[in-house]
């Protein structure tokens, strides 16, 4: 689950990570009130789930409440990489004489938590990285040792952070965010940039926080952020009935059950020429309960042309997921023809219920290859 900025910079606010006072407007009046509480110039700030907002017009300076009504009035509804602009951050605006980078994120490969630091901040990491790698600093946390005060030491002199102030004031954000990072259930926490003002003083001033979903439970204040109004109607209409589902733009919609084997199903369309609609997991189970919710959720999407079911039966029988696509049909309209592999356990009782309900637009297919071709022929 990401956060907005201003989410994220609460939660460094919390842990003692300096942040810049602020507050949220939704319209270009709250934007003026906001201004006029917090005094002086402000900053207004598009609050969507991308980066790059600065390069699409969606940070701009005011420098006094009129002025941020209007920079408001100017964000509001900007679509920033698909993201519209529905809420501010109005904050009181720093000054910067240097911009620095500072994330803490898990390395899967190393197995560790790594932090990365570089006086080049500002712009995409991603472009330090590539073109000037010898600029970023990176180091990992030993999980059995724990953070120790020279992991952060050692960033900010491998970083080249010269003045010493700033060695202190970065070394103790680094301890704070990997606290924050920890005791969050983090997977990802940026803080591009992070400044240094005029006066020396180090803060952040943006925030990219994405906490492991899996761990929501343990944070009931973090899960009650979820934004619903901002995510894919499809996909959160997918959480609401627990399946496991990702939009794609083609027009065959897939389900499989397992991830790998519903992976291989998207690849195997594309073998066939088709486009995949999405990518559906049935998990594990695959009840009759299942497949309807399943179907319920892909046939919401009005792209989808052809569904292609491809089960390999396991712990999930066959039979099954036979019964649950004839009562997917009785429960649902569903126009789009569905073309059905069924191999491993029960393959056969799964076939026969299909061929003995002989549902018009049920088709059965032998191999996977075979169920692709025909579902990519119908969906054209
Ligand atoms: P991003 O483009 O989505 O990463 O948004 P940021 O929060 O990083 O803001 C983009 C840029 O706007 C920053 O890199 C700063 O250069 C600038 N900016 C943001 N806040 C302030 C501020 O308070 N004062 C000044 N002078 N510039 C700011
Ligand atoms: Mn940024």
């Known amino acids: 689950m990401d956060l907005y900025e201003y989410q ?23 934007a003026r009130a906001a201004a006029e509480e917090i005094g002086g110039p402000v900053v207004v700030k ?44 109005i904050e009181n605006a720093s000054e910067i004489a240097k911009e620095y980078y500072l994330s803490v994120t898990f390395d899967r490969g190393a197995k560790q938590v790594l932090f990365m630091l ?10 330090v990285a590539a073109t000037k790698p010898e600029a970023l600093a990176r180091l990992h946390v030993d999980p059995l040792e724990g953070f120790q005060p020279w992991v952060a030491r050692r960033l900010v002199y ?13 070394a103790d954000i680094i301890g704070k965010l990997y606290r924050c990072f920890i005791e969050s259930d983090a997977m990802l926490a940026e803080i591009n940039p992070l400044i240094v003002t005029p006066d020396g003083e180090v803060k952040a001033l943006d925030s990219k926080f994405t906490v492991d979903d899996s761990a929501l439970y343990r944070h009931p204040a973090i899960a009650e952020l979820r934004d619903t109004s901002a995510a894919d109607p499809l996909e959160a209409f ?18 499989g059950n397992g991830a790998g084997l519903s992976m291989s199903t998207v690849d195997v369309v594309v073998v066939a020429g088709g486009r995949p609609a999405n990518f559906c997991d049935l998990g594990g189970g695959g009840s009759a309960e ?67 309900a002989a549902r018009p637009n049920v088709h059965v297919a032998e191999t996977m290859l075979d169920a692709a071709t025909q579902a990519v022929e119908l969906a054209a």
Do not use: M
């Open 238 to 255: 997918a959480r609401e009935k627990g399946v496991t589902y990702v939009k794609l733009d083609g027009s065959v919609g897939i389900l």
């Open 118 to 127: 570089t006086t080049e901040g500002g712009v995409e990491i991603e472009e």
């Open 8 to 30: 994220g910079k609460e939660l460094f606010r919390r842990f003692g990570i300096p942040v810049s006072e602020g507050r949220l407007a939704t319209t270009p009046a709250e």
């Open 290 to 356: 299942g497949v309807v919710d399943a179907l319920e959720v892909i046939t919401r999407d009005p792209q989808v042309r052809a569904i292609f079911f491809n089960i390999f039966g396991g712990i999930t029988r066959c039979d099954e997921v036979a019964r649950g696509i004839l009562e997917a049909l009785d429960r649902l309209t569903i126009d789009a023809p569905i073309v059905v592999r069924l191999d491993g356990t029960n393959a056969e009782e799964g076939r026969r219920i299909l061929a003995e």
């Open 158 to 170: 491998g970083a080249g952070v010269e003045d010493p102030s700033e060695q202190k004031q970065i």
């Open 46 to 89: 598009a609050q969507v789930l991308t980066g790059g907002r600065g390069k699409a017009g969606g940070v701009k300076l005011a420098g006094d409440p009129g002025d941020a009504a209007q920079k408001a009035e100017g964000i509001l509804g900007l679509d920033i990489n698909g993201h519209v602009v529905r809420k501010l951050w």
